[in-house]
């Protein structure tokens, strides 16, 4: 089975842009969730979706947005960005059929830099 | 709320000796699940090991082994025959439940060296 892919993997923005980043998650998975990894914050949550519809949501801004289409793939959207939005980006994916299926497999990410 | 605390920023350790990476959680949740994920340089998040709350037999992968003592909220990883490929970040992670949060440690720094 191919992994989770994240598109593109590398970004330059600049402050007040806004950028899309997308996720395609393993074949067969219906949850997408998004992390952000930063040196001084670590893994952070931004959200999670399940069958088109956010189920949990991290103590991000609403500048941070996402939404999830009925084939499973996620896009995560940023607006207005600000230097501190300079980060990877991970999507990890998981077929949330309880036991052992709740496990999140991650893609290789999307590095962010605002300049 | 869950809480994920690894205290060793940084370890080494020698090509084929055994090396332990502390964790410690906290959750009030009834089941949930305990990971252990690898973050080489190349920065692909890969899971090593994950552990059942329920199952009280230690979860092991090939060389890699953790000790789960769930009354103390303990979850280190064993690395046995530590080898060059085994230098990343890696991070102590938990989750309940359904549409629970993966909740991460700070992670520890392993140096393999020859």
């Known amino acids: 089975k191919a992994g989770v892919t994240q598109t593109p993997r590398y970004l330059i923005k600049t402050r007040g842009q806004q950028v899309t980043l997308s996720c395609s998650p393993i074949?067969?998975?219906?949850?997408v969730s998004w992390y952000q990894q930063t040196p001084g914050q670590g893994l952070q949550f931004l959200f999670e979706?399940?069958?088109?519809?956010?189920?949990n949501k991290g103590n991000f801004p609403g500048r941070f947005s996402g939404r999830q289409f009925s084939n499973s793939r996620s896009e995560m959207n940023v607006s207005t960005l600000e230097l501190g939005d300079s980060a990877l980006y991970l999507c990890?994916?998981?077929?949330?059929?309880?036991?052992?299926?709740?496990?999140?497999?991650f893609g290789p990410g999307t590095r962010l830099t605002v300049l | 709320a869950q809480t994920v605390t690894q205290s060793q920023p940084e370890m080494s350790v020698q090509e084929a000796e055994t090396v332990t990476l502390s964790c410690t959680y906290d959750?009030?949740?009834?089941?949930?699940?305990l990971f252990w994920y690898k973050q080489p340089p190349s920065r692909q998040m890969i899971l090593v090991i994950r552990?059942?709350?329920?199952?009280?037999q230690n979860a092991t992968e090939n060389r890699f082994s953790v000790n789960f003592q769930k009354a103390a909220k303990s979850f280190s990883l064993k690395i046995s025959d530590s080898q060059l490929g085994d230098t990343a970040m890696y991070f102590c992670?938990?989750?309940?439940?359904?549409?629970?949060?993966?909740?991460f440690g700070t992670g520890t720094r392993l140096l393999v060296s020859p």
């Open positions: 990890a994916s998981s077929s949330l059929a309880g036991g052992a299926e709740d496990t999140q497999y």
């Open positions: 074949s067969g998975h219906r949850s």
């Open positions: 979706y399940f069958s088109e519809t956010q189920r």
């Open positions: 959750t009030s949740e009834n089941n949930y699940y």
């Open positions: 552990q059942e709350a329920y199952k009280q």
């Open positions: 992670a938990s989750r309940g439940t359904g549409f629970q949060k993966l909740v």
